[in-house]
């Protein structure tokens, strides 16, 4: 008899595991919540909550064990491209914090509301924030408790409101608390004027007086016992509705959301270049494609109309949240933008450092798009070519693009402005010297009207 062991995906959840078969993920449903999910399946709950895009969909399959643990086997709808809330810009994260809050209105109606508030639940797929955990959900009435307020509160809101009113670089610290920011600290760290907003007020600043573990286990609470539903609704409404008005965190001074109207060489350049890689996309075809430093994502948009599935990195915030914000408003539900700095790439994380994959490995794709950052990443990272390439092969299955600028232009010589670099080695014969030590070159297209240069490469088996 096949036994259902605890994992490094899911070895939390009580109710349920979450288990990898070949290529794709599964969810057995245990037998002690097997009341919670008829109620889900059974009720409207689920069909309202998939209809509207915010819980992934499943089919029921044949059980492929005996364990008399295991109620149901679980197939979800597999999720493309999975990027954890630290990969997330403003945007985004004011996507997922929004759709778990609609998700416990509607789940109110029902008489459930969820048991847990992890960001980590949640995945960006079609322009939507997703929960995919369907083993969340708990019976909820009059007078009980929101057993996952504080859960929300650390792991939720704090990111969110330290994004809004200090700069959404401070989205970075959840990848050292995976569990969610201490209260105390955040109210430290936010502004006066958060004392002023009634839903950081209680929800964080007063929120972080209490030693225990609930808000609501205080004396003049526990005689109430919990929330009427009238009251949990008026509270998550209240939160809702401040999430909704937060347009705009605070920004830094911007600079690469303007780059192709600012900074690019020359029209002509831009054009010449859309059209060889056009060229190339439209002969190798590519399924999947990855964008390393995607900018505002010009040539992600472009490779959108090639392949399956678009992967931009990049690691301007700004610049994630124009991507975010234009694949909506221009359909595109195949396009998958992250943050993420190339010299700082997310690594194995978590339990056993099983728990959160590295991204060259989720990310990684038949073809890597590496436009315009091969001398950044040497000027301005000090990376060698070696460890470029290195870094750009680790995340293709078999194509890549890259393009060389090299030292005379104006780019690179604005980035040695004031910096005592030995740039002797930099140089096209260089280059290309490593770049044959692990890849094939099939074409070399010179652009138009410049002397950078472009290369299409395939993997050395």
């Not at 990111?159 to 995976?178: E, I």
């Not at 010449?272 to 075809?285: H, N, P, Q, V, Y």
């Not at 408003?329 to 690594?347: C, F, Q, R, V």
């Amino acid at each position: 008899m096949m036994t259902i062991e605890p994992n490094n995906i899911s070895y939390r959840d009580k109710a349920a595991r979450v288990v990898k078969k070949g290529t794709g993920y599964y969810r057995y449903i245990f037998q002690e919540y097997s009341a919670e999910y008829n109620h889900l399946m059974d009720s409207g709950l689920y069909k309202e909550l998939t209809k509207k895009g915010l819980l992934i969909e499943h089919q029921e399959i044949e059980k492929d064990t005996n364990d008399p643990k295991v109620y149901k086997l679980l197939q979800p709808t597999q999720i493309p491209f999975q990027s954890y809330p630290f990969e997330w810009s403003y945007t985004q994260w004011r996507k997922a914090i929004l759709a778990y809050l609609r998700i416990n209105h509607i789940s109110l109606k029902y008489g459930m509301i969820l048991k847990d508030a992890s960001p980590y639940n949640f995945c960006l797929n079609g322009g939507q924030a997703v929960m995919f955990d369907t083993s969340s959900f708990m019976f909820f009435k009059e007078n009980d408790k929101w057993i996952a307020y504080r859960n929300f509160c650390e792991e939720f809101l704090s990111p969110v409101a330290l994004m809004y009113y200090n700069g959404a670089d401070w989205s970075k610290l959840t990848m050292a608390n995976l569990r969610g920011m201490p209260l105390a600290f955040v109210s430290k760290q936010l502004p006066i004027k958060s004392w002023f907003n009634l839903t950081t007020l209680l929800n964080i600043h007063i929120h972080s007086k209490y030693s225990s573990h609930n808000l609501f286990e205080n004396e003049s609470i526990k005689k109430n016992k919990g929330f009427t539903l009238e009251k949990i609704k008026s509270l998550q409404k209240m939160i809702f509705n401040t999430a909704s008005g937060w347009h705009n965190p605070y920004r830094y001074r911007g600079h690469w959301t303007s780059y192709y109207e600012n900074d690019i060489e020359s029209y002509e350049y831009l054009k010449e270049k859309e059209a060889i890689i056009r060229k190339w996309l439209e002969k190798l075809k590519p399924i999947s494609v990855l964008d390393l430093g995607a900018n505002t994502g010009k040539f992600s948009f472009i490779a959108t109309e090639y392949a399956e599935k678009v992967i931009a990195l990049e690691s301007d915030n700004g610049c994630v949240d124009l991507i975010e914000n234009q694949k909506i408003k221009k359909g595109i539900k195949n396009l998958y933008p992250a943050l993420m700095e190339l010299t700082h790439m997310t690594s194995n994380i978590g339990l056993l450092h099983k728990e959160i994959k590295s991204i060259d490995t989720r990310a990684q794709s038949e073809m890597v798009l590496a436009l315009a950052i091969v001398h950044h990443l040497y000027f301005s990272n000090q990376l060698s070519f070696e460890q470029i390439i290195e870094l750009i092969k680790s995340c293709s299955l078999k194509y890549v693009i890259v393009e060389f600028i090299p030292i005379s232009d104006n780019k690179t010589q604005n980035l040695l402005q004031n910096k005592k670099i030995d740039f002797a080695n930099y140089n096209e014969e260089s280059f290309l010297k490593v770049l044959q030590n692990r890849f094939c070159v099939k074409e070399i297209a010179q652009i138009q009207d410049s002397k950078r240069k472009l290369f299409l490469l395939e993997k050395i088996k």
